[in-house]
């Protein structure tokens, strides 16, 4: 390897001014990832905060803490910032700084268009946020959107929402979707066209496929509601009558183009998860993936079967029978592709020699948590338990299981993964491991609980609610959970910042992994690789490293 | 309700009730068992304990989807801590790497059809129970009636009865040899709402500029609590549906009195013309009256609800009073505007509503 790798020119030190202004004009697939991660991780702390309030306001039945307005303004701004200025632009960093590296060239297939996609979707969430000064418009009333994420009509009518603040929510999502439809271009071309060479698609890493498949559901499902917020926004700026009801427009039709986008979404932030899982695991077993064709074909068929789904969002909406039963079946059928990649997961940890690093250990808890919204989810996809369940704490329970058990948790495996390869230092594994175990033990706290008073007939998005409904108990221990994921989370951000100054050099491969990443410096220099590497299996560096047992002869 | 009370005061108190608040809520999770016993289980909103065909054919399927999960749950989960347990790198590990395996196409076939099976059965068990529910008939006794969603209340119309109500939905309990089901009709006024009785239906959305329908058919009497659960605007929360399900003779005698006109006592002209000269019949209606107004709840019978605002309170005269004066006291944001009336008009007309029985 010693003739690919890159050794790091003497650190010139040049003038705070310069190193802000390089980061500012960057066209660097890398720095753009970085710049793509804090700035999610900005937001990550913002939408904890807003999360904290609704669930300090829930904690006992009758507080008083904030008022109804504000419980509205920070439900909303809680999913909205989650989704679209967290979890998307958090896993489009990753995507930005692994892909070109793991499959072994210089940079994006388009830095500018790169740049651009990252500026726009930062912008999109100032805007977002400039609600909370500018949303109140002439009229005096609210600011800081207050129709929940999904926004639906007729709330979002002029009539309902006086002032700016859906104004403020529907440009912000316009403008970070076109900034997530442009990195999405890139990911695709890249990844299509940029492979070095022996890399075909049969020997692409998984996190290069899964995000390929993201990239095309991003362009399919953006659109609808990129779509839909010019025509909510021609309703409310130029009297146009698509979702105004009183106008005779439609407010199911909202709801459509919001879950055409809104369900895809959900596998655009859950396949980047999957491609993590699908690096570390097999990593830290010491093992090739279990089945890599069956896992790609799995991934596309969540793909695909993604896109016909939508609808079990709208069981209550009353829908004819038939139209029940189609997205029963077809929400039910997913289930299958996803079952088989937790069994692949499994059978790559099965017969290896599982190191419980952070990262695995992250892993690992996705695996149960994941295995736990997967059983969740076929239950809300029978129609008639769906009309109990819909709307309740059960599916926010259900969701947040997916999002914080299933994608947050890969997320958090993939920091302490690619850390060393980011920074060029170890994180601190005590630490690492401090966060683990508190923000398990904080996530179980609020999220296994909180299905229960679902089940009980609590409905979602309540500011607040009555004694005596069996309900109590469990939105306490919810909120008790909630501290210790701060808690965590601030051990998590003590951990980055305390390594990045103090921790050991990591080397270029400090988990002995597979990929083309751990082939150059830590942290890559610019363009990554001195030699465009040549490659024969999905696991160049085993070849390397094993000349006498190559992958290349039984694949 | 003493809460309600004291809602009016500044922000100040309310701090200090928040603390106190988590410091009872402490002592309360200690007691737990003996504070359990105090509360009614009736009364919650609890979909394993349905009262009604519709509710018990949803908690039939639930039981059988939960049973084929919880079978999932187990196998995979064993699967998993045994790999996890099994396969953990001991700690006198020889440092050589596990034999490589990449696939095998008779295991991916297994984990492939076996869980296409499961969702094949899954899918007809809940395709019945969606058709059995969606496509019941409409017996001869079938009670109709028209929901319509406000923000943040509910409006009852009986139309072959010629019955006009609010909040509390009155139907009569239904016997399988003569069913008496209640056909309801569901309409919006103005945003989303969704109309949900765990204990005796799933829930429907009721959508401006869209006609949706649901049944229910109790069969035991009582009283069940619901309430909106569609995110419809700032009340969401208090928006508090209760379905009182009568006995046949008792839900006779209830129609009966609710047909008839306002009750008109004596000694109440006072309140009667305050009310009759302010903004109040804008909005609301007194059968018999002047009063006409559609946009809030049909005041005819006033007292014979045991709640006001949407169940947000109990319906009696102090409730009503600071209502009137200051609604936000009890539902900051609901539409009812304060009326500003002096303290003399305010017991008038509190006096007045209180013979609307």
Redesign the interface.
Known sequence: MAARSITLPAEVSQPIGTTLHDWFVTVDHKKLGILYILYALVFLLIGGIEATIVRVQL??P????V???VF?RMFTMHGTTMIFFVAMPILFGFANYLIPLMIGTRDMAFPRLNAWSFWLTAFGGLLLYFSFIGGNGLYGAGNAP?V?WFA?A??TATT?SLGHSTDFWTLGLLVSGFGSIGTAINILVTILCLRCPGMTLGKMPLLAWMNLVTAVMVLLAISPLTAAQIMLSLDRFLGAHFFD??A?????LWMHFFWIFGHPEVYVLVLPAFAFASEIIPVF????I?????MVAATIAIGFVGFSVWAHHMF???M??YA??FF??TT??I??PT??K???W??T????????KTPMLFC?AF??QF??AG??G??L????????L???YFVVAHFHYVIVGGILFTLFAAFYYWFPKMSGRMYNEALGKWHFWLFLIGFHLTFDFMHIPG???M???????EA???W??WN?ICTIGVFFQIVATLVFIGNLLWSYFNGKAAGNDPWDAWTLEWSTSSPPTEYNFAQIPIVKSRRPLWDIK?PEDP?WK?? | MPEILHKSDSRGPHRKAWWVSIMMAGCLLAVQPAFGNLQDPSQMPNMFRPASTHADSILHLSIFVLIITALIFVVVFSLLVYSIVKFRKRADDDGREPAPVYGSNQVELAWTVIPGLIVLVLFFATARVIHAIQGAGRPAGAIEVIAIGHQFWWEFRYPSLGVVTANELHVPSSDPSHPTPTFITLLSADTDHSFWIPRLAGKTDLIPNRVNHMWLDPNETGIFLGQCAQYCGTQHAKMLLRVYVDSPDQFKQWVQGQAKPAHVSDGVNEGRRIFETTACINCHAVSGTVAVGRFGPDLTHLMSRDTIASGAAPNNTENLRLWIQDPDAIKPGSLMPAMKLNERDLDAVTTYLETLR
Do not use: C
Request: zero cysteines; aromatic letters at 14%.
């Open positions: 904690m006992v009758n507080n008083h803490f008022s109804p307005q509205n207050d929940g639906y007729p709330l309902f009801t009183q005779g427009g439609s407010a199911v077993s010491r093992k090739p279990f089945g890599y064709p069956v209550t909406v009353g004819n029978s029940n039963s029963t079946i039910m059928v289930g299958i079952g088989i937790i069994f692949n499994i059978g940890m099965w017969g290896g020699k599982i190191a419980f690992i695996l149960f295995l736990i059983l969740t076929i239950m996809s029978a129609a008639p338990f769906d009309w109990q819909g709307n309740s089940l009980l007939g409905p979602r998005r309540i500011y607040t609610y005596g409904r069996g109590d108990i306490l094993h992958d039984y694949e």
